[in-house]
């Protein structure tokens, strides 16, 4: 298997909002025609035009399991025939062979990814965790197998390693980093039990991610037509249609997602239904009964601090950092640290200037949570004579899709053109297709699926998957990447419209989908990512939904057509660093309590809810905030592996984005610049993880990212 990632760890990765994942290895189409032919049509060549597609529209539940215990009986004798070559260790019959191990696991990877985070039911969570407890078991063989390590370590320590090319060292290295960190050097009990312990943690990760979804669709909060007060039209229609949706014509459904509990926050003057909105959603994971996840938090915490001392590393953390860019918890923490006091500091001025605006509205409240948002919107009003709903008439999903191919036309140079025939099969009607060409050559690059809308059974968030990546060692192979996105859908005939916020997120994970189809590199394994790197290009790619180029071509009203006014544009800049207390907080509040959880003896934590509480006062959180994604439902960190001590790694990759965006700013065609453009795709887009991330980004910016950039983003003083 080729480490960029286990199919199980890329799997549970999807229990988080934003993670652009990838299966673990990739076959090229020449290599595929050469295969056995399958009657499970989950593991089937793919066939069809571009290289070959996913052929949804065959997939049956049913073939799950049995599909996963084929591929992997395949998978297990392939690594077999590995160790079994009488040759001597080489690149060529060791590692490459490695990277044209386990296609049959990659072609079930888009079915199984699909299934558990688009199509999900309570059959699906059941073939799940079945599905999820076989992988562990087989990244424990393959992890654990002596007799490949000691081939892989062979190649390493070799003489032929230092003839080969950088990418292929870094491969390399990354199959002996990853055997090495994995349990390959354990021995007799230690191995047995830490083998135990993953597939214990398998079955964790999936009860506490359907134990999440379990709750976000049981708590719906449904409201007459007296209770709609404050609300705009178009979130009402929404809400109409999601209740028919729901079995409940003529009543109004606010779902338990952030993308439909923010704008209901920010607008609805009823305040006890806010209180109860506010609520249930962030007590995912935490109500009474079977759904609650602080037990299975627990006992995640006792077994991940076991196999890390199996190792020898002296708690999770350790263990996890030591190939990031932060390297240590000290480094992490520092960063954290410096951005804390000043973030918390104006949280302080933000609630000063919400309850003074309560105060004179004498409306005899302290504000609270679930006021927060609905007074900051009331501030934004005040100070910038700024309103968010006017700004949502200017953002059209389908323009913001339009948008988003601009940009990539100006930097990547990609055209990307819908695909209409039905020629590449899909797994739900709100699913679309584009294929993406190189706009000057007409080379074929890859497909880009989209799946914007909410719907039952489909997880909260927005994510990125890749269910093909870009290879070349056995003949080039193009890229299959998909964009996920839970925007409310508007009624038949309307304009779906989404929030800043909303719309930064769709540019963030398009920014990940770019990420996969720029890869020029040569092995999959180069496709990987560092955690506290990864975000970096797709936080990058935010900044250009501000540009003038953006706005004035693709913001427009949604009735009249014509482009958002420079007056609205002008207030929309200069409120960029409003409300960045209360943004920053609840973020850093959860990373931090991640890196807390995974330093601190799981024996002395006891219930982590009360746990959180404890070390938030400690730091002094705002009674006003809370974590942005609290213990209870933090998929990031407790459903898989994908995050787990690496949240801070949007604040590391933030610091690199501010630094390359004023690279940018300070380029003479700004945004669009195209030698900075350039240096953008051939440094931090196109290599993946094929160079050490701190030298590619040096070749980018010619330096070192400077944490001083993210201080002036955000308006925060550079010291504090």
Same mark, same amino acid.
């Given at each position: 298997?080729?480490?960029?990632?286990?199919?199980?760890?890329?799997?549970?990765?999807?229990?988080?909002?934003?993670?652009?994942?990838?299966?673990?290895?990739?076959?090229?189409?020449?290599?595929?025609?050469?295969?056995?032919?399958?009657?499970?049509?989950?593991?089937?060549?793919?066939?069809?035009?571009?290289?070959?597609?996913?052929?949804?529209?065959?997939?049956?539940?049913?073939?799950?399991?049995?599909?996963?215990?084929?591929?992997?009986?395949?998978?297990?004798?392939?690594?077999?025939?590995?160790?079994?070559?009488?040759?001597?260790?080489?690149?060529?019959?060791?590692?490459?062979?490695?990277?044209?191990?386990?296609?049959?696991?990659?072609?079930?990877?888009?079915?199984?990814?699909?299934?558990?985070?688009?199509?999900?039911?309570?059959?699906?969570?059941?073939?799940?965790?079945?599905?999820?407890?076989?992988?562990?078991?087989?990244?424990?063989?393959?992890?654990?197998?002596?007799?490949?390590?000691?081939?892989?370590?062979?190649?390493?320590?070799?003489?032929?390693?230092?003839?080969?090319?950088?990418?292929?060292?870094?491969?390399?290295?990354?199959?002996?980093?990853?055997?090495?960190?994995?349990?390959? %050097?354990? &021995?007799?009990?230690?191995?047995?039990?830490? *083998?135990? !312990?993953?597939? +214990?943690? /398998?079955?964790?990760?999936? @009860?506490?991610?359907?134990?999440?979804?379990?709750?976000?669709?049981?708590?719906?909060?449904?409201? %007459?037509? &007296?209770?709609?007060?404050?609300?705009?039209? *178009?979130? !009402?229609?929404? +809400?109409? /249609?999601?209740?028919?949706? @729901?079995?409940?014509?003529?009543?109004?459904?606010?779902?338990?997602?952030?993308?439909?509990?923010?704008?209901?926050?920010?607008?609805?003057?009823?305040?006890?239904?806010?209180?109860?909105?506010?609520?249930?959603?962030?007590?995912?994971?935490?109500?009474?009964?079977?759904?609650?996840?602080?037990?299975?938090?627990?006992?995640?915490?006792?077994?991940?601090?076991?196999?890390?001392?199996?190792?020898?590393?002296?708690?999770?953390?350790?263990?996890?950092?030591?190939?990031?860019?932060?390297?240590?918890?000290?480094?992490?923490?520092?960063?954290?640290?410096?951005?804390?006091?000043?973030?918390?500091?104006?949280?302080?001025?933000?609630?000063?200037?919400?309850?003074?605006?309560?105060?004179?509205?004498?409306?005899?409240?302290?504000?609270?949570?679930?006021?927060?948002?609905?007074?900051?919107?009331?501030?934004?009003?005040?100070?910038?004579?700024?309103?968010?709903?006017?700004?949502?008439?200017?953002?059209?999903?389908?323009?913001?899709?339009?948008?988003?191919?601009?940009?990539?036309?100006?930097?990547?140079?990609?055209?990307?053109?819908?695909?209409?025939?039905?020629?590449?099969?899909?797994?739900?009607?709100?699913?679309?297709?584009?294929?993406?060409?190189?706009?000057?050559?007409?080379?074929?690059?890859?497909?880009?699926?989209?799946?914007?809308?909410?719907?039952?059974?489909?997880?909260?968030?927005?994510?990125?998957?890749?269910?093909?990546?870009?290879?070349?060692?056995?003949?080039?192979?193009?890229?299959?990447?998909?964009?996920?996105?839970?925007?409310?859908?508007?009624?038949?005939?309307?304009?779906?419209?989404?929030?800043?916020?909303?719309?930064?997120?769709?540019?963030?994970?398009?920014?990940?989908?770019?990420?996969?189809?720029?890869?020029?590199?040569?092995?999959?394994?180069?496709?990987?990512?560092?955690?506290?790197?990864?975000?970096?290009?797709?936080?990058?790619?935010?900044?250009?939904?501000?540009?003038?180029?953006?706005?004035?071509?693709?913001?427009?009203?949604?009735?009249?057509?014509?482009?958002?006014?420079?007056?609205?544009?002008?207030?929309?800049?200069?409120?960029?660093?409003?409300?960045?207390?209360?943004?920053?907080?609840?973020?850093?509040?959860?990373?931090?309590?991640?890196?807390?959880?995974?330093?601190?003896?799981?024996?002395?934590?006891?219930?982590?809810?009360?746990?959180?509480?404890?070390?938030?006062?400690?730091?002094?959180?705002?009674?006003?905030?809370?974590?942005?994604?609290?213990?209870?439902?933090?998929?990031?960190?407790?459903?898989?592996?994908?995050?787990?001590?690496?949240?801070?790694?949007?604040?590391?990759?933030?610091?690199?984005?501010?630094?390359?965006?004023?690279?940018?700013?300070?380029?003479?065609?700004?945004?669009?610049?195209?030698?900075?453009?350039?240096?953008?795709?051939?440094?931090?887009?196109?290599?993946?993880?094929?160079?050490?991330?701190?030298?590619?980004?040096?070749?980018?910016?010619?330096?070192?990212?400077?944490?001083?950039?993210?201080?002036?983003?955000?308006?925060?003083?550079?010291?504090?």
């Amino acid at each position: 298997m080729k480490l960029k990632m286990s199919f199980l760890s890329a799997a549970v990765c999807l229990a988080l909002a934003g993670c652009g994942t990838t299966p673990s290895t990739q076959q090229t189409t020449t290599v595929e025609k050469a295969q056995k032919q399958y009657t499970n049509p989950l593991l089937k060549t793919f066939s069809g035009p571009y290289q070959g597609v996913p052929q949804f529209g065959e997939m049956k539940l049913q073939d799950l399991v049995p599909a996963a215990e084929i591929a992997l009986a395949e998978h297990l004798s392939e690594l077999d025939a590995i160790v079994n070559t009488p040759d001597a260790p080489t690149f060529e019959n060791t590692i490459v062979a490695l990277e044209r191990s386990g296609s049959a696991t990659d072609r079930l990877y888009a079915y199984f990814v699909t299934y558990i985070t688009n199509l999900s039911s309570e059959e699906v969570r059941e073939k799940q965790a079945q599905v999820m407890a076989k992988f562990s078991e087989f990244d424990s063989k393959r992890n654990q197998n002596k007799a490949l390590f000691k081939r892989v370590k062979a190649v390493y320590e070799s003489p032929e390693y230092k003839t080969l090319t950088p990418e292929q060292q870094r491969v390399t290295w990354t199959q002996y980093n990853s055997f090495a960190r994995n349990g390959a %050097t354990l &021995e007799g009990d230690a191995a047995k039990r830490y *083998a135990e !312990i993953n597939l +214990a943690l /398998s079955k964790l990760y999936t @009860k506490f991610g359907n134990n999440v979804l379990a709750d976000e669709e049981g708590y719906t909060t449904f409201l %007459t037509k &007296e209770q709609l007060s404050g609300l705009p039209q *178009a979130f !009402i229609d929404s +809400a109409a /249609s999601a209740a028919k949706k @729901k079995g409940q014509p003529g009543k109004y459904a606010i779902t338990n997602t952030r993308s439909s509990m923010d704008p209901f926050l920010t607008y609805s003057t009823e305040r006890a239904l806010r209180k109860q909105v506010w609520q249930n959603y962030y007590s995912r994971g935490n109500n009474a009964g079977e759904h609650n996840n602080k037990e299975v938090i627990s006992d995640i915490l006792k077994l991940r601090r076991e196999r890390v001392e199996l190792l020898g590393y002296e708690d999770y953390a350790h263990w996890r950092l030591e190939d990031r860019m932060a390297k240590t918890p000290t480094n992490a923490i520092a960063l954290m640290d410096k951005v804390w006091p000043a973030a918390i500091a104006r949280v302080k001025e933000e609630v000063a200037d919400m309850q003074a605006i309560a105060n004179a509205e004498g409306a005899n409240i302290t504000i609270e949570p679930w006021d927060y948002r609905f007074y900051a919107e009331k501030v934004r009003k005040a100070k910038y004579d700024l309103d968010s709903n006017e700004i949502k008439q200017y953002l059209q999903l389908d323009k913001l899709t339009d948008a988003m191919f601009y940009v990539a036309g100006r930097l990547f140079n990609y055209e990307f053109t819908p695909i209409t025939d039905g020629s590449v099969p899909v797994y739900h009607a709100d699913v679309k297709v584009w294929e993406v060409k190189n706009k000057t050559t007409g080379e074929h690059i890859g497909l880009w699926y989209l799946d914007p809308f909410a719907r039952k059974g489909k997880r909260s968030g927005a994510w990125a998957v890749s269910f093909r990546n870009h290879t070349s060692f056995d003949g080039k192979t193009n890229v299959l990447s998909t964009n996920n996105s839970n925007f409310v859908k508007a009624p038949e005939g309307q304009a779906t419209l989404v929030s800043w916020s909303d719309a930064e997120t769709y540019f963030h994970e398009f920014g990940h989908s770019l990420h996969a189809l720029s890869s020029n590199v040569k092995y999959s394994s180069s496709n990987s990512g560092v955690r506290d790197y990864t975000e970096f290009q797709s936080q990058l790619l935010e900044r250009w939904l501000s540009t003038d180029e953006v706005i004035n071509r693709f913001l427009l009203h949604h009735e009249t057509g014509k482009p958002m006014p420079k007056s609205l544009v002008e207030k929309i800049k200069q409120s960029a660093t409003f409300n960045q207390g209360f943004a920053t907080t609840e973020y850093l509040a959860s990373a931090i309590m991640d890196m807390k959880f995974h330093t601190t003896d799981p024996d002395k934590i006891g219930d982590p809810v009360a746990f959180e509480k404890a070390q938030l006062e400690a730091i002094g959180m705002p009674s006003e905030v809370v974590m942005r994604h609290r213990t209870t439902h933090f998929g990031h960190v407790f459903s898989g592996e994908g995050y787990a001590t690496a949240y801070y790694g949007y604040l590391w990759a933030e610091v690199l984005t501010s630094d390359a965006a004023e690279a940018f700013a300070n380029a003479p065609d700004g945004f669009y610049d195209k030698e900075v453009a350039k240096r953008l795709v051939d440094y931090l887009f196109a290599v993946r993880n094929a160079m050490d991330p701190a030298e590619a980004y040096r070749k980018f910016r010619g330096r070192d990212a400077d944490v001083s950039a993210l201080m002036r983003d955000r308006g925060f003083p550079e010291t504090m």
